[in-house]
Each structure stands twice: as structure tokens, then as C-alpha cells.
């Protein structure tokens, strides 16, 4: 099941700012190992998280407490589970959507006084809330909107666009990842940080080599412009479950001399380990002499 409630496409029209998961004392990578392997999976393709009952206790005092228009909570229903891991953070959520009996209040008159008293809503209404594992806390931007009679979530604002996951040929895609290759891709990091005798601020990929090989054979096939890539730097990793879909991709910095250029100039791929490929939205703007994501770049030019 899943609802469409209008706003930011990333991600089943939820805003999630991944800037308001970061945390100052940092998840551990083998916290996104535990929570992957702590999924179960059934024939039809069901996917239940560990302690749900726990998760699903929390959410319904969350919306008690949180929504005071609320009556009860009829369903929750998991949606996702999301992770991000950087050098500078790393962080991981599930999202689940809840289905509420809502009322709202409305004047009437008894006795030629003016009264406000609770109508019920006849329809049922849903919002998202986020749960994070490292802190055990739910939230939620959705709010109740009473001219509407619906939940919303907050548009945050100066949010910088997100790439297009689906034309990049990483979401919504045939060929899907699973939860065992999420587990392994993780572990790898892992594996790298005991061989190299690395810091957490330090991890990259375990087949990074390979990946910056294939990283300058799309740059040079793709930007006829670029002389060549100077350095390639591993930027993050991200990981999406669902019912519906399931990807993972790194995003890597490309920093490229430029054909009559002085300056280095800098782009973004991403690198889909299911399909071991790279794609890029970014393009080439010769007025700006820069490097943009191709829809900001439209913007730029209206």
C-alpha cells in the first residue's frame, strides 16, 4: 500500500531533509548491518523490520501526544528504511504511514450560546512519521491543515533539489538490489577500514579503484569538453528499502580540467553497484562555465 501526499517526489512525496538526521554522536556502520539483517522477508515479497510491535507502540503515543485532533490510531504501516553514510555522517530511518480517525471542532449554539464542540471527520486520514534506531525517537513534519481537513508535510525552505534517482536508472528500476548485498556493501566498508588501518572520517568503497576506472570512462565518453579527471572523490552511500523498490548507489565529486579553462571544475556521478555503471545529471553550462544539475540548470536559463 502506499499513499501519495503531494510534495517533494524524492521519496514518495515526503520531504526528508537528510541534513535533520545528522547527529553529533555518529551512528556505527555496523548499526546499518544489524538493521538490514533484522528484516524479514516472506515468499510474497512482505518486509517486516525487527521490533516492529516495540516501533509501532512509540508511533501510536507519538501521534496521541503530537496530534490532539486525532481520535485513535486505526493502522500503521511500514514504508521504508533509508541510509546515508559519509565520511562526515552517517545516519539511517524508517518511514511508516499512519492512518488516523480525525475530528475537528465546530461552533453551534445550545440555549443561545455560542459552543464549540468535536465533529468527527467520516474519512480517514494519513500521515508519515519517521522513526530513527539510533536515537529510538519518532518524529514528523506533517501537520494538520484544517481548511483542507488534511495532513501536510512542511515544505522546508532554500532545499537544495535532489537528483533524479529514477532518470539516473537507479530507482524504479527491473534490476533490483536486495537486503543480503545491502548487508555485504556495508560490510565492505568495514573490511576496508581494518585493512587500511582507517578512521571512520576515512572509509571508502572496497572496490573503489574499479569504480574510478569506470567513473573516467564516463566522463571522457560523456563530456566531449573535458580534457581528463584529475581526482575522484567517494562522496556517500545511500541505500532505499521498500516494499515497492529496493536500490543502493555511491555518489562521487569528479574534479575535471576543462578544454581553455584555468580553473578545475567539478561534477557529480553516481554509481549503481547493481548494474556496476555510472550516470550523471549534471551538465555542461557555457555561459556560467560551470558544471549544474540539469534541472537547476534549466532554471538558470528561463
Given at each position: 500500500m502506499r499513499i501519495n501526499i503531494s510534495l517533494f517526489v524524492l521519496f514518495f512525496t515526503f520531504s526528508i531533509s537528510f541534513s535533520s538526521f545528522a547527529q553529533l554522536d555518529k551512528v556505527k556502520i555496523e548499526?546499518?548491518?544489524?538493521e538490514h539483517s533484522g528484516f524479514e522477508e516472506n515468499e510474497d515479497?512482505?518486509?517486516?523490520?525487527?521490533?516492529?510491535?516495540?516501533?509501532?507502540?512509540?508511533?501510536?503515543?507519538?501521534?496521541?501526544?503530537?496530534?490532539?485532533?486525532?481520535?485513535l490510531t486505526r493502522n500503521i504501516i511500514w514504508d521504508s528504511y533509508t541510509t546515508f553514510l559519509s565520511p562526515s555522517d552517517k545516519f539511517h530511518f524508517h518511514v511508516?504511514?499512519?492512518?488516523?480517525?480525525?475530528?475537528?471542532?465546530?461552533?453551534?449554539?445550545?440555549?443561545?450560546?455560542?459552543?464549540?464542540?468535536?465533529?468527527?471527520?467520516?474519512?480517514?486520514?494519513?500521515?508519515?512519521?519517521i522513526y530513527n534506531p539510533f536515537t529510538d525517537k519518532i518524529t514528523s513534519n506533517f501537520r494538520w491543515f484544517s481548511d483542507d481537513e488534511e495532513f501536510?508535510?512542511?515544505?522546508?525552505?532554500?532545499?537544495?533539489?535532489?537528483?533524479?534517482?529514477?532518470?539516473?536508472?537507479?530507482?524504479?528500476?527491473?534490476?533490483?538490489?536486495?537486503?543480503?548485498?545491502?548487508?555485504n556493501?556495508?560490510?565492505?566498508?568495514?573490511?576496508?577500514?581494518?585493512?587500511?588501518?582507517?578512521?571512520?572520517?576515512?572509509?571508502?568503497?572496497?572496490?573503489?579503484?574499479?569504480i574510478n576506472t569506470k567513473i573516467r570512462a564516463?566522463?571522457?565518453?560523456n563530456y566531449s569538453n573535458v580534457e581528463y579527471s584529475r581526482n575522484i572523490i567517494w562522496d556517500n552511500y545511500n541505500t532505499f528499502l521498500s516494499p515497492f523498490d529496493k536500490y543502493?548507489?555511491?555518489?562521487?565529486?569528479?574534479?575535471?580540467?576543462?578544454?581553455?579553462?584555468?580553473?578545475?571544475?567539478?561534477?557529480?556521478?553516481?554509481?549503481?553497484p547493481v548494474t556496476e555503471s555510472v550516470n550523471s545529471d549534471f551538465i555542461w553550462i557555457d555561459e556560467d562555465e560551470e558544471f549544474y544539475r540539469e534541472d537547476t540548470a534549466q532554471e538558470k536559463t528561463e
Open positions: 548499526d546499518f548491518v544489524s515479497g512482505e518486509i517486516v523490520p525487527i521490533n516492529i510491535k516495540e516501533i509501532n507502540k512509540k508511533i501510536r503515543f507519538f501521534v496521541e501526544e503530537q496530534y490532539p485532533n486525532v481520535e511508516f504511514i499512519v492512518q488516523v480517525k480525525v475530528h475537528k471542532m465546530v461552533s453551534g449554539e445550545n440555549d443561545q450560546i455560542i459552543v464549540r464542540r468535536k465533529q468527527d471527520i467520516e474519512r480517514l486520514k494519513y500521515l508519515e512519521v501536510y508535510a512542511q515544505e522546508e525552505e532554500n532545499k537544495t533539489k535532489d537528483p533524479d534517482l529514477e532518470s539516473l536508472k537507479i530507482a524504479n528500476q527491473d534490476q533490483k538490489a536486495n537486503i543480503p548485498v545491502f548487508v556493501e556495508h560490510e565492505g566498508f568495514i573490511e576496508e577500514l581494518q585493512i587500511r588501518e582507517l578512521s571512520e572520517d576515512e572509509i571508502i568503497p572496497k572496490n573503489v579503484k574499479e564516463f566522463v571522457k565518453s543502493h548507489f555511491h555518489t562521487f565529486i569528479v574534479q575535471t580540467k576543462v578544454k581553455d579553462l584555468k580553473r578545475l571544475k567539478y561534477l557529480e556521478v553516481v554509481y549503481n
